[in-house]
């Protein structure tokens, strides 16, 4: 699960402006979803469910767990690399190779890439992924997080910012038609596409670190879901929006309570 990232570049102003007031026309099939409420307490449960802490208001499991009951649930899914261990479960050319054959690997965290790069392995990518979207939804999550959105970061170039765009709309368009809000997850220098894609909300991880927030709340205004993994992290994003946003800080491998090393703090 690829979660701990580096910063990114800012989003310019311009496009930013566009954004924002992109953020007054939403789509007919956007205006159909349930957004995450805003200023919400959170609780990121992507590495093992628990009952949420008193007073949480907002969830997100991965895939696999059953939503936590009496709260917005929002479901993880690892949209853009291949979890450990499940590389068998795609086919061989769908996992992006170099020019010398080599899997193209998220090095950080063990996952192979996928390949995204033309029309048909978009659509192909997708038709897997949104399989486990109308899982999620059966099983009455409200919203997705797909994560890896800036895996053509990690892809030695062989992934463009539009291929990533083009296939996450097609992710998008089915989420809505599942009446699913979806989030933009990380890649604060394409919220500008926020719109086109069909974006409804942000899940930021370490914007406060960062000090990239403000660019999020730009585009989407304050539907951002803030996750911090350090007490610095956390202290900014809580001076400068502890107020409008859902800020939480995690350990980095968001272990579920009762274990060693959980860590959950709130501004």
Known sequence: MSRFRTSRVMVAAAAAAVATAALLTPTAAQAAVTLPPTHAKFDYQIGGAYTPPAGVQVVTRDRTASPAAG??????VNAFQVQPGEQSQWPSDLLLRDAQGNLVIDEDWGEALLDIRTTDKQNRVAAKVN?????????????IEPDNYDSYERSKNLISTSQAR????????????????IAQKNTVDLASYRTSVGLDFAVAEECGQYEECGDYVDAFGNNVIVIEYTNGGRT???????????????????????????VRKTC
Do not use: E, M
């Open 71 to 76: 709260v917005y649930n929002i479901c993880y």
């Open 131 to 143: 399989g486990w979207i109308d899982g999620c939804a059966t099983k009455g999550y409200k919203a």
């Open 236 to 262: 900014k994003a809580c001076s400068g929006f502890g107020s409008t946003l859902s800020i939480v800080q995690r350990d980095v491998d968001v272990r579920p309570a009762g274990t060693s090393g959980y």
């Open 166 to 181: 083009a296939y996450l709309k097609l992710l998008a368009t089915h989420a809505h038609s599942k009446n699913l809000a």
